[in-house]
């Protein structure tokens, strides 16, 4: 997900107005894709973010922990040649014949 301009105008609203106009919010989240800062008496309270653009990146991190790990198996020597795991590949998939 590419960080959009952010406007202080704009993408921080009281929560109040969100009560009051809240098909508006979400019809201005599917169509801008900019979430929005919801504050409660003067501070950040909650964040909204479109579904699509929420599933991006909770698709990232997934991406990022698992390049993490596999970084920290590298560094503890957890690896296996790349010939070795093709024959263990064969030999799970006989398994199956």
């Known amino acids: 997900m590419a960080i959009s301009n952010f406007s202080l105008e704009q993408d921080i609203q009281p929560l109040s107005d969100f009560r009051k106009n809240a098909a508006d919010f979400i019809g201005r989240l599917k169509r801008e894709k900019r979430s929005i800062v919801l504050t409660q008496h003067g501070k950040s309270a909650a964040v909204l973010v479109d579904v699509s653009e929420y599933q991006q990146m909770i ?23 790349h ?8 030999e799970n998939l006989a398994k199956w014949k």
């Open 59 to 81: 698709d990232k991190i997934t991406l990022m922990e698992e390049l993490m790990e596999a970084d920290g198996q590298i560094a503890r020597g957890e690896v296996i040649a």
């Open 83 to 90: 010939e070795d795991a093709k024959q263990l590949i064969r």
